[in-house]
Nanobody, 115 residues
Framework: VQLVESGGGLVQPGGSLRLSCAGS????????MSWFRQAPGKERELVAT????????NIADSVKGRFTISRDNAKNSVYLQMNSLKPQDTAVYYC?????????WGQGTQVTVSS
């Protein structure tokens, strides 16, 4: 199982970024996928979860109305569209999947929101 995130970077407050996560080594369309984030000195927190069929089943209150999770099973990819970014969104963002009671993580992608 491999998860590879991309799309992070430095953006000004109010800006947008789209994160991507490519999955391999498992039947991608059969599994829900999640995005988590971890800010310096804080615990990792769940941002959003999407089912294998593309239904969003969870999104954190702190990002509701600004972030959207989606997926393209033909490309074995899940996305996080982030709009109206705030400095408090600064974190390393991780892609996640649970397989056979085991959590798999990508290497993470840094998002920094700063002027």
């Amino acid at each position: 199982v491999q998860l590879v995130e991309s799309g992070g970077g430095l953006v000004q407050p109010g800006g947008s970024l789209r994160l991507s996560c490519a999955g391999s080594g498992f039947t991608f369309s059969n599994y829900g996928m999640s995005w988590f984030r971890q800010a310096p000195g804080k615990e990792r927190e769940l941002v959003a979860t999407i089912t294998g069929t593309g239904v969003t089943i969870n999104i954190a209150d702190s990002v509701k109305g600004r972030f959207t999770i989606s997926r393209d099973n033909a490309k074995n990819s899940v996305y996080l569209q982030m709009n109206s970014l705030k400095p408090q969104d600064t974190a390393v963002y991780y892609c996640n999947v649970w397989l056979m009671f085991h959590a798999y993580w990508g290497q993470g992608t840094q998002v920094t929101v700063s002027s």
